[in-house]
């Protein structure tokens, strides 16, 4: 690779903060030059975990309870999830095997785990990793999380109350309202097809949460369903380019509404496939019983990439599109990071002094602690 490549892609890549970092002291340069660090070491930067398998809510179109979603004969219900001191030390275990800069803790509902939350948190804190917490609200957020350097509380909601609360009960907006006070959370909308039936729906939900204290900013993902899916969920192509053409006003009038251009750029074109998808390359997914891997990226299953809805994989999908000087697309140049990190991660695995990893850990749970 070419020295002068390196800089220019760090300029792209700043505009890759607004979607996967949170409020930190650390400069988004240092963020950068850390995650392709790792990537040229055979790391993964992100991880994705789901700390549970239970969950109280029954949502229509929930992926992560899919029969598809771990690869078929066997659902996120039927793993062997962790409690107590094992879950906080295997994923405390994960993210430092990993050595991972970013991880979000989903579910099921990750408050059911909240006892366990309560000691994970800190120390991702302490320990300079960036927290996406992923929830429904169903139980109070305890209000010491708030204080919380580098932990990011998203709040997942369904649209309007109406709506939200046939589908998301017994995490309703009363509920939700009651147990975000004392935080600044992040709402976080999949827009399903049931959302654009009705003119304005979307920008009454933007004005409703924007005018809120708590609220601290807005995300909008599309409804990604698997190959073959035939759903009430599911966006058709002009419901696709109506909720985009809506989103692209929106965000000039709501400060609120965190959605860059280049994720519009990226939802209009979205990667092909889970190997070209730069989002999906750089993260890994465990399931509940902390070594089932999620594959090909935290949807599981047979995901149709042609109608990806992941803000992620949009706003990276873009930015790999960018050329640099010369012609060439970041995306290249990403993927001549990923070899070298696949030779260095082939050598890193590579048995010393007649060692032989630990066949029930996962790979890189086996690798050395050190570089």
Not at 112 to 129: H, K, M, N, S
Not at 277 to 289: G, Q
Request: some cysteine; aromatic content about 6%.
């Amino acid at each position: 690779m070419n020295a002068w490549l390196a800089p220019s892609v760090i300029v792209v890549c700043q505009s890759l903060t607004s979607l996967l970092s949170n409020a930190t002291t650390e400069g988004p340069l240092d963020g950068i030059l850390r995650a392709w660090g790792l990537i040229l070491r055979g790391y993964t930067p992100n991880l994705s975990i789901e700390i549970t398998r239970e969950c109280p809510l029954r949502c229509p179109g929930c992926y992560a309870y899919g029969d598809g979603h771990l690869g078929g004969g066997i659902t996120l219900r039927q793993v062997a999830d962790l409690q107590g001191d094992a879950l906080v030390d295997g994923v405390l275990g994960l993210v430092r095997a990993h050595k991972a800069l970013h991880v979000s803790l989903v579910g099921g509902e990750p408050l059911v785990r909240f006892r366990e939350l309560d000691r994970i948190l800190p120390q991702l804190a302490a320990d300079g990793v960036h927290t996406q917490l992923v929830t429904s609200a169903v139980r109070p957020i305890p209000v010491a999380w708030a204080r919380l350097r580098r932990l990011q509380v998203v709040v997942s909601i369904d649209g309007l109350q109406p709506e939200h609360d046939a589908r998301r009960a017994p995490a309703t907006y009363d509920r939700i309202l009651r147990h975000i006070e004392g935080h600044a959370i992040t709402v976080h909308c999949t827009v399903t097809r049931q959302q654009v039936q009705r003119d304005g729906y979307l920008e009454e939900f933007v004005r409703q949460w924007s005018a809120r204290d708590s609220v601290r900013r807005i995300w909008f993902s599309l409804y990604t369903p698997q190959i073959g899916e035939r759903s009430a969920e599911r966006l058709t192509a002009a419901d696709r380019a109506l909720v985009l053409d809506t989103l692209r006003g929106l965000r000039t009038r709501f400060p609120k509404l965190d959605l860059p251009l280049p994720a519009l750029a990226g939802y209009e074109r979205p990667p092909a496939s889970p190997e070209t998808c730069i989002f999906a390359r750089t993260t890994t997914c465990y399931s509940a019983d902390l070594t089932r891997e999620i594959t090909p990226c935290q949807f599981g299953g047979e995901p149709d990439c042609a109608e990806c809805g992941c803000l992620a994989s949009a706003g990276l999908a873009a930015v790999g599109r960018h050329r640099l000087p010369g012609g060439i697309p970041v995306e290249r140049v990403f993927a001549a990071s990923m070899g070298v990190g696949a030779v260095a991660r082939r050598l890193r695995r590579r048995p010393r002094g007649g060692a032989i990893p630990d066949p029930l850990l996962p790979p890189a749970a086996a690798e050395p602690a050190t570089d």
